[in-house]
């Protein structure tokens, strides 16, 4: 299990350019990769996300690619044309008006400002992409280590609580038939305080029992409850992202443990069902932040 939380850089170097990679990772209903590289590694975008949604199944993904030129990256003067052209306009006009017979010298040409420009060299891109992808995997590698990490905890944490409420579900599957028993005793010794002043018939008491315990039977939610929470566990324990299914499963358990208390009408029964959701509360909290 990961967590979609965490955060990874890698650094690399070729032709004396150095590329630093980061990715930041947080919580996200999908996998949502957004990448901010300088220009020349534009045509980069669609393997970067290609090879971080391979790795990263979900969450909203900032790659961040900065460049640094080091000592050893090289320059190379390169003809600025147009303004070369408009200067050799420019004196041609001016040869023109002043009856000039010299002709215009290379040298009077190359010394004007900005003419010839100092350029880094590009690097080439084979070399470029084994840089930025060296980067990139360290960047992975580490993010997906700090993720693994924080799914660990968060695995352990929903276990422990999953056990609690275990324990809080066999107390309900306990207590639920008492209920029942209970009403019809506090119902007798109502009518018993009345004496003999009331006629009452048996066979309507029984039914009006009989009603009371088809409201309260919580049997059924109870066998759904448990089995989700059997799903649950299982899924905890797979090797793939799981998030969106214990999310869903999260939810189930919280619409069983509602129905659970509208039907209990019994003060000991509520108590143990507002406990069950408060765990579930912080599990569903939890399953946010699964991958």
């Given at each position: 299990?990961k967590?979609m939380?965490g ?14 990679v ?8 999908f ?16 393997d ?13 993904i900032?790659?961040?690619i900065s460049?640094e030129a ?11 044309q ?17 009856d ?9 040409l ?20 084994e840089?930025l992808?060296?980067?990139l995997?360290?960047?992975l590698?580490?993010?997906?280590q ?9 695995r ?7 056990t ?20 019809r ?6 009518l018993e ?11 309507r008491?029984?039914?009006e029992?009989?009603?009371f ?42 619409r ?25 509360e ?10």
């Open positions: 299990m967590s939380t955060y990874g850089k890698g650094q690399a170097r070729h032709g004396g350019i150095a590329l630093t980061e990715i930041k990772t947080v919580n996200h209903r996998g949502d990769i957004s990448i901010k590289a300088p220009r020349f590694l534009i045509s980069f975008d669609n970067i996300k290609k090879r971080v949604g391979e790795r990263l199944r979900r969450g909203k900032d790659v961040f460049q080091s000592e050893a990256l090289t320059t190379v003067p390169v003809l600025n147009p303004l070369a052209e408009s200067y050799m306009d420019l004196f041609r006009k001016m040869e023109a008006l002043f000039l017979r010299d002709g215009v010298p290379l040298t009077l190359a010394q004007q400002r900005d003419v010839i420009l100092m350029q880094e060299a590009a690097p080439d891109a084979q070399g470029m992409a840089c992808y060296e980067a995997d360290q960047a590698i580490a993010v997906e700090m993720r693994a990490v924080e799914g660990r905890a968060t352990e944490d929903m276990e422990s609580r999953l609690q409420v275990e324990q809080m579900l066999a107390l309900i599957r306990d207590r639920a038939p008492l209920v029942v028993e209970e009403w005793q506090k119902l007798h010794q109502r305080r009345f004496g003999g002043e009331l006629e009452v018939d048996p066979q008491l029984a039914q029992v009989a009603l315990a088809d409201r309260c039977d919580i049997s059924e939610e109870v066998v759904r409850f448990a089995s989700h929470l059997g799903q649950f566990r299982d899924l905890l324990q797979k090797d793939e992202p799981v998030g969106r299914q214990l999310d869903f499963l999260a939810q189930e358990l919280n069983e443990t509602n129905t659970m208390g509208s039907k209990s009408n019994d003060a000991e029964l509520t108590r143990m069902v507002v406990q069950v959701k408060a765990e579930l912080k599990i569903r909290e939890q399953v946010q932040n699964v991958e």
